[in-house]
């Protein structure tokens, strides 16, 4: 499966954005799929997934009550509404996909596919 994410761009604190993911080759179906992000000089860091099954919901605690992951099956999409942004939200955010499993949703080396980062920038 190919993820392309896209809707990165720049705001000011306390501003929205809404990030999208979406997939060709192959649909979402079975998979876990998860949104996680880098800053400049920092690790990467996990930021919000949703398993297939149930669906279940996780969040970072960072992110908790300002991040909103969701998906549009018919679109083969999974977006990331971000509301209340902060200038510690700045990074490059990715999507990815991998098997559908809770245990590992934080750890970004279970995830098989990628997207290619998009960029938010929050300023001051």
């Known amino acids: 499966v190919q993820l392309q994410a896209s809707g990165g761009g720049l705001v000011q604190a306390g501003g929205s954005l809404r990030l999208s993911c979406a997939a060709s080759?192959?649909?979402?179906?079975?998979?876990?799929v998860a949104w996680f992000r880098q800053a400049p000089g920092k690790e990467r860091e996990f930021v919000a997934a949703?398993?297939?099954?149930?669906?279940?919901?996780y969040y970072a605690d960072s992110v908790k009550g300002r991040l909103t992951i969701s998906r549009d099956n018919a679109q083969n999409t999974v977006y990331l509404r971000m509301n209340s942004l902060k200038p510690e939200d700045t990074a490059v955010y990715y999507c990815?996909?991998?098997?559908?499993?809770?245990?590992?949703?934080?750890?970004?080396?279970?995830?098989?596919?990628w997207g290619q980062g998009t960029l938010v920038t929050v300023s001051s």
């Open positions: 080759g192959r649909t979402f179906s079975g998979y876990s």
């Open positions: 990815a996909a991998g098997k559908d499993s809770p245990a590992y949703l934080q750890d970004g080396g279970w995830y098989d596919y």
């Open positions: 949703f398993t297939w099954s149930g669906p279940r919901t």
